[in-house]
């Protein structure tokens, strides 16, 4: 059968326009190397079955018959040479994206995105695993996932890994040297990835989609150089550029300090997409103003983080503001208030910044951060406290900033099972996967009557309101009289 496996992937190439006619036989051959033949019958086949049942007919075949490792490591890094023998050169896909640009912004990134799905490097059959819900809470609806599209880590791949001669390149997995690379045990492969080149404010930078789209069309924008991550006045010039280029998409980058950054904090880069999040739809409560710049609008966003929004039609100014207030947070502080701008020579403020265009002008929300830590909080003060790390423990990056919720993928079988015990009635700290949970299960039951029908349901709207409390305590300052006061204290203090 693999004849006619192969015979299928070269027909889905054509039909996804991956390759041409003039291709055929040539991809045949391509694909025909890669799985060790030195020859095929090649069948006639009309249509194409889903991508994932041929892949994964062509890899059952292929650890059959010895040609690749059992394991989803493995797998995965024959599945994507695979594709990558399919998958236009990066010169072509460019010439295409800009060809398209040219007819507007949202045809480019719309064919785009496809291209992304149809080569396979967004596995589309994997991100519709994850888990997804809307909860409603005071601060609107917030979109909560829980994320069962990565791969589990497979323990051959770690064993073999941990012997594996060690490499640095590429240095992370946000390089450009990703584009084209074969990848390794402990590197994914990358034959399929395209990126396309951008200057912002100057540089060299590359436009892609993150193979784990969290979001609709979830883009990464990276650095040529591979430097840390820092917020600074000119990285509020780089996402006007961006969106004079795209201004149907929003972007914004993760802080520059641990805990309150993101997960690559070693890679300067943003995230942008074409999606709206709770952050935005969320009204500013309190307008505010700067000695000098009457002509750009700002306020105090109903938010449980600290956000400063403003906006202008004029980017220039709007970035020498951004930059003012970024200068001011880095070295302020407010002991009433928890806020220490340096410890020991530790630095501790930065800004998470989000850009977007809104009604034709340029509109900024600065989120104010701080990552200092104390005895009594030793993974940050401003970071979600120790009562609910059974549902998140992990950095609050700027993706849950803006109001979405990525959480761990134990959390599926964990809300099943909850759900299960607590119709059942059953001892939820006999249970070790259920005793983290059991002091919020127990102050549930008294507040609701659990049936099969209910629990799971309840369950999703009562951890949406556990990640609102989440952003409440990576607020710097809280939703109370005094933190609003205080809040105000530093937007005066901005000259």
């Known amino acids: 059968m693999i ?4 015979a299928e992937l070269v027909a ?17 051959n391509r694909l025909l190397g890669a799985l060790g033949l030195d020859g095929w019958s090649a069948p006639d086949v009309a249509q194409a079955r889903p991508l994932e049942d041929i892949l994964r007919d062509i890899l059952d075949w292929a650890v059959e018959n010895g040609r690749c490792e059992p394991g989803v490591a493995s797998r995965d890094l024959l599945d994507t040479e695979l594709m990558g023998r399919l998958t236009p050169r990066p010169s072509e896909v460019r010439h295409i994206f800009w060809k398209k640009y040219a007819q507007s912004p949202e045809t480019a990134t719309d064919w785009y995105y496809a291209f992304s799905q149809d080569t396979d490097y967004i596995r589309r059959y994997r991100i519709v695993k ?16 829980v994320n069962l599209s990565k791969p589990e880590k497979d323990p051959r791949a770690i064993a073999a890994a941990r012997s594996a001669a060690q490499t640095a390149y590429p240095a992370c997995q946000l390089c450009v040297e990703n584009e084209g690379y074969s990848g390794r045990l402990d590197h994914p492969a990358r034959q399929n990835h395209r990126l396309i080149p951008l200057t912002l404010d100057g540089q060299d930078w590359f436009f892609q989609y993150s193979p784990y789209v969290y979001y609709n069309e979830h883009c990464i924008v990276l650095n040529r150089r ?22 149907h998409y929003f972007i914004g980058s993760n802080a520059d ?20 999040f709770a952050m935005e739809r969320a ?28 906006r202008s039609a004029d980017r220039e100014r709007l970035v020498e503001l951004a930059d003012r207030v970024l200068l001011a947070w880095r070295g302020y502080s407010d002991p009433a208030a928890d806020i220490l701008a340096e410890t020991d020579g530790e630095w501790h ?7 977007r265009m809104r009604e034709g002008q340029f509109e900024l929300d600065l989120v104010l951060r701080n990552n200092r830590t104390t005895e009594q909080y030793p993974l940050g003060i401003f970071h979600p406290h120790q009562e609910l790390h059974h ?47 059991a002091d919020w299960a127990q102050a549930l039951a008294e507040k609701y009557t659990f049936t099969a029908e209910n629990a799971l349901p309840i369950l999703q709207d009562e951890v949406g309101k556990v990640f609102s409390q989440v952003l409440e305590h990576a607020g710097v300052y809280k939703r109370t009289d005094e933190g609003k006061a205080a809040f105000l204290r530093f937007v005066e203090s901005v000259k």
Do not use: C
């Not at 889905?12 to 045949?28: F, G, N, Q, S």
């Not at 591979?226 to 201004?247: G, N, Y």
């Not at 609050?396 to 299960?420: C, D, S």
């Open 12 to 28: 889905y190439a054509l039909e996804k326009r991956l390759i041409t006619e003039d291709d055929r036989v040539w991809a045949a």
């Open 130 to 145: 994850d888990m997804k819900w809307i909860a409603a809470t005071e601060y609107g609806d917030l979109d909560i996932t």
């Open 391 to 437: 549902i998140k423990k992990e950095n609050i990056g700027l993706i849950e900033v803006m109001g979405l919720a990525v959480l761990p993928a134990r959390l599926k079988t964990e809300l099943a099972e909850l759900a299960a015990a607590l119709v059942s009635g059953g001892d939820l700290r006999a249970n070790e996967a259920l005793a983290k949970h």
């Open 226 to 247: 591979h430097i840390p991550m820092k917020i600074d006045r000119s990285t509020f010039r780089k996402q006007m550029d961006f969106l004079e280029r795209f201004p």
């Open 349 to 355: 403020n930065t800004i998470t910044p989000i850009a």
């Open 3 to 6: 004849d006619k496996y192969i």
């Open 257 to 276: 300090l641990p805990i309150v950054g993101g997960s690559i904090l070693s890679h300067d880069h943003f995230q942008g997409g074409r999606y709206t």
């Open 283 to 310: 009204p500013v409560e309190t307008a505010v103003s700067f000695p000098g710049f009457g002509d750009v609008q700002a306020g105090l966003v109903k938010w449980p983080m600290s956000v400063l929004r403003i």
